[in-house]
């Protein structure tokens, strides 16, 4: 099986902030500590957020003891399942490759592995998107909704895939203002 190392990467990334802010370093909140992922980065951002306490490699240092759960999630046009519509996304073919049993696909989908307690999630998506399509917004929603995580979703009818900030002459540029607010909704900004 295909396996990139993005999961590992950002694990420890999410590892070493939380053992930072334990640690007094940075002086930060440790309940208030999120992150932000785009398309590929979504996904694997998805998936720390959903299987945060899940390590798929030996632990290197303490780094690796702390927990890489964050405390709230933005994910811009994410790639949210390795199954249809996603499966033949570079997303995919990285994670699982191009004959991953439907088991293997749904244990390292973000939309399958969701559970009650994960941490708010905001979703932008453009319908227009060509890259990933908009059905990973919905799919990811759905299953938010299901297990009970609170989940806000924007859809936009036109910007296509990359926005990023916004892309001029398309409602994509109403995403820094409507993801600036969510955290404060949250509770997560003062």
Do not use: K
């Amino acid at each position: 099986m295909a396996r990139s190392h993005s999961g590992a990467v950002a694990r420890r990334s999410t590892g070493h902030a939380d053992s930072a802010r334990r640690g007094g370093r940075y002086r930060l909140d440790p309940r208030r500590v999120g992150v932000l992922g785009f398309s590929a980065g979504g996904y694997v951002l998805g998936m720390v957020a959903v299987r945060g306490e899940t390590r798929s490699y030996a632990a290197v240092d303490a780094i690796d003891d702390q927990s890489a759960r964050p405390d709230c999630v933005v994910l811009a046009y994410p790639v949210a399942t390795l199954d249809a519509p996603s499966d033949r996304t570079a997303t995919a073919r990285a994670e699982v490759g191009d004959h991953a049993t439907r088991e293997t696909r749904d244990a390292l989908s973000v939309d399958s592995q969701v559970r009650a307690g994960d941490p708010p999630m905001f979703i932008v998506q453009a319908g227009d998107d060509a890259t990933v399509s908009p059905e990973n917004a919905s799919l990811l929603e759905a299953s938010c909704r299901a297990q009970g995580v609170p989940v806000e979703v924007h859809r936009f009818g036109t910007g296509g895939h990359g926005f990023g900030m916004g892309r001029q002459g398309t409602p994509t540029t109403d995403r820094p203002n409507l993801c600036r607010a969510w955290p404060a909704r949250q509770g997560f900004v003062r």
